[in-house]
Nanobody, 116 residues
Framework: QVQLVESGGGSVQPGGSLRLSCTFSGIPLQYYTIGWFRQAPGKEREGVSC????????YYADSVKGRFTISRDNVQNTVYLQMDSLKPEDTAVYYC?????????WGQGTQVTVSS
């Protein structure tokens, strides 16, 4: 059973930083992608960033390029999202996602609020 547990959300002022963590277990295959989506009130869920288990290649949405950094710790089975220079428009619930052979698994979500 695939399990994804997020932590690290919270409230921060514009320009601040947060680091999200997603600890995962039970992924049955060697090759998968794992990363983050977010959903703001009244908006659709959107992909933010992900990383491939095969070669470590990464993807970033244009809106977060240069501000967010995804990384992984293979020993701890944890993926991190370092979020710097946060903007009010980054406010959303952030969900950890694992995609295994086109099947999506989701964490419970963690709230990120950027406000002065």
């Amino acid at each position: 059973q695939v399990q994804l547990v997020e932590s690290g959300g919270g409230s921060v002022q514009p320009g601040g930083s947060l680091r999200l963590s997603c600890t995962f277990s039970g992924i049955p295959l060697q090759y998968y992608t794992i990363g983050w989506f977010r959903q703001a009130p009244g908006k659709e869920r959107e992909g933010v960033s992900c990383i491939s288990s095969a070669d470590g290649s990464t993807y970033y949405a244009d809106s977060v390029k240069g501000r967010f950094t995804i990384s992984r710790d293979n020993v701890q089975n944890t993926v991190y999202l370092q979020m710097d220079s946060l903007k009010p428009e980054d406010t959303a619930v952030y969900y950890c996602n694992a995609r295994v052979l086109l099947v999506d698994f989701w964490g419970q979500g963690t709230q990120v609020t950027v406000s002065s």
